[in-house]
């Protein structure tokens, strides 16, 4: 049994391996085509080109960046979550979409920063695609626990599949989803399991969906080894 174990562990690591390979060897081709489009005359073709360039080139770095985990790699600090949330929210009304920060102006929590702010920013980024305002909050929600919440007033996910909608991979609607490869729900997953929280999809009201983000205030986050330094 534990060797059929081991053995399924094997081919999913070399799977998995084989993925990020292919996903990074494809760049330079892919970068290389990008300079001979820019090179072609003005025109919509040449901008239709690079737009589908762009596609493939966010949808390569999105699969390696799950395959990479790299939320190991990241030393946990303390943070100040709101200004971390409100930086988030401005940097998408920035390029025109309606995100709104509610919550203190300030509070502190333990946690990986860039990681946090990725799984964040993955919710948002579905909020303003499926949705037209989007609010995002920060709450106690019981002792010592916080819960970041985005809602929408999108067409929502019916309950029958939340579940699947945070598996990898998995995209609820092919033509409201163009773009992703269904991945930003499970790296937010990962992300706050992570932090010994977890995330959850419920209906908002009247219309629309609420993500909620929690973690404890303060996570038990193992610190990562430092790299010892070069002698020369
Ligand atoms: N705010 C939302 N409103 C409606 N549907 C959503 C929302 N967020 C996610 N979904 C659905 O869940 C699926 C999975 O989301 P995600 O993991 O971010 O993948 P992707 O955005 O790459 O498709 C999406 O394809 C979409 O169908
Ligand atoms: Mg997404």
Same mark, same amino acid.
């Given at each position: 049994m534990n060797e059929m174990q081991a053995r399924i562990r094997a081919l999913l690591d070399d799977r998995t391996r084989m993925l990020a390979a292919i996903s990074h060897d494809l760049r330079t081709p892919l970068t290389r085509l990008r300079l001979r489009s820019e090179r072609i005359g003005q025109g919509d073709m040449r901008s239709a080109m690079l737009r589908d360039i762009?596609?493939?080139?966010?949808?390569?770095?999105?699969?390696?960046?799950?395959?990479?985990?790299?939320?190991?790699?990241?030393?946990?600090?303390?943070i100040e979550l709101s200004s971390l949330l409100e930086t988030i929210c401005c940097d998408f009304a920035d390029?025109?979409?309606?995100?709104?920060?509610?919550?203190?102006?300030?509070?502190?929590?333990?946690?990986?920063?860039?990681?946090?702010? %990725? #799984?964040?920013?993955?919710? @948002?980024e579905n909020a303003v695609k499926h949705g037209s305002?989007?609010?995002?909050?920060?709450? !106690? =929600?019981?002792?010592?626990?916080?819960?970041?919440?985005?809602?929408?007033?999108?067409?929502?996910?019916?309950?029958?599949?939340?579940? %699947? #909608?945070?598996?990898?991979? @998995?995209?609820?609607?092919?033509?409201?989803?163009?773009?992703?490869?269904?991945?930003?729900? !499970? =790296?937010?997953?990962?992300?706050m399991k992570k932090h010994d929280g977890g995330i959850a999809l419920m209906p908002n009201t009247p219309r629309?969906? %609420?993500?909620?983000?929690?973690?404890?205030?303060?996570?038990?986050l193992p610190a990562v080894a430092a790299i010892p330094a070069k002698v020369a």
């Amino acid at each position: 049994m534990n060797e059929m174990q081991a053995r399924i562990r094997a081919l999913l690591d070399d799977r998995t391996r084989m993925l990020a390979a292919i996903s990074h060897d494809l760049r330079t081709p892919l970068t290389r085509l990008r300079l001979r489009s820019e090179r072609i005359g003005q025109g919509d073709m040449r901008s239709a080109m690079l737009r589908d360039i762009d596609q493939v080139s966010r949808m390569l770095d999105e699969t390696l960046d799950y395959l990479r985990d790299d939320t190991k790699a990241e030393q946990p600090a303390r943070i100040e979550l709101s200004s971390l949330l409100e930086t988030i929210c401005c940097d998408f009304a920035d390029v025109g979409h309606a995100v709104t920060y509610r919550g203190p102006q300030r509070l502190v929590c333990e946690g990986r920063p860039r990681a946090l702010s %990725r #799984a964040v920013t993955n919710v @948002v980024e579905n909020a303003v695609k499926h949705g037209s305002e989007v609010i995002v909050s920060l709450d !106690s =929600i019981a002792d010592g626990i916080i819960a970041i919440e985005v809602a929408d007033d999108g067409p929502g996910i019916p309950q029958a599949l939340q579940a %699947r #909608a945070l598996e990898p991979f @998995v995209k609820l609607d092919q033509a409201r989803s163009a773009g992703g490869f269904g991945l930003g729900l !499970s =790296i937010a997953q990962e992300i706050m399991k992570k932090h010994d929280g977890g995330i959850a999809l419920m209906p908002n009201t009247p219309r629309g969906l %609420r993500v909620r983000l929690s973690l404890p205030l303060r996570a038990a986050l193992p610190a990562v080894a430092a790299i010892p330094a070069k002698v020369a």
